[in-house]
């Protein structure tokens, strides 16, 4: 196993994980379901968004097929609007690479969290170890106790472009 900050924290947290490793090159939530053999439903990505009110950037949780509604997001925060943030903006504000950004890297870095809300529906969850080529397969429940994210419908399914975990 794969031993990076992550990892550590999660064992320190006592959850319930386990690692998948591949190459570390940059994957989309897609790509990466079908390297597992992953229901792309359970293959969550780390979607950064900024909150103008409040000069504040978010992390969304949202599954594979689906992508951040900044309409929904915005109204699930009680806000006028709210920016989805370029993959090269997202890594200067993480800093961490497009397809290893990981809420749990992010934890202590003052990041507003929310979860679209199929992840009530799931058991284990699949999402970025912090790095490339890295994928924690976690039991939900562990990672809403973790994390405690704000659950709600910001995020609607899309057929276009894949974005990046």
């Given at each position: ?15 319930d994980?386990?690692?998948?490793e ?22 969550y ?22 992508e ?16 989805v ?23 202590h ?12 529906n ?19 429940t562990?990672?809403?106790r ?15 472009s894949?974005?990046?975990?």
């Amino acid at each position: 196993m794969v031993k990076n900050n992550v990892t550590r924290f999660l064992s320190a947290k006592k959850a319930d994980f386990e690692t998948l490793e591949s190459e570390p090159i940059k994957r989309s939530a897609l790509e990466n379901a079908a390297l597992f053999g992953l229901d792309p439903a359970i293959v969550y990505k780390s979607i950064i968004c900024f909150n103008p009110a409040h000069e504040k950037y978010l992390i969304c949780l949202v599954p594979g097929p689906y992508e951040v509604n900044p309409k929904k997001l915005a109204q699930v925060l009680g806000e006028k609007k709210v920016f989805v943030t370029s993959q090269k903006e997202a890594e200067k504000i993480t800093g961490l690479e497009a397809g290893g950004i990981s809420p749990f890297a992010l934890i202590h870095k003052g990041f507003q969290m929310l979860a679209h809300n199929t992840l009530n529906n799931q058991e284990k969850i699949a999402i970025s170890g912090g790095q490339r080529g890295l994928t924690i397969l976690i039991k939900a429940t562990d990672l809403i106790r973790i994390l405690n994210p704000k659950i709600a419908d910001i995020a609607d399914e899309h057929s276009g472009s894949e974005d990046l975990v």
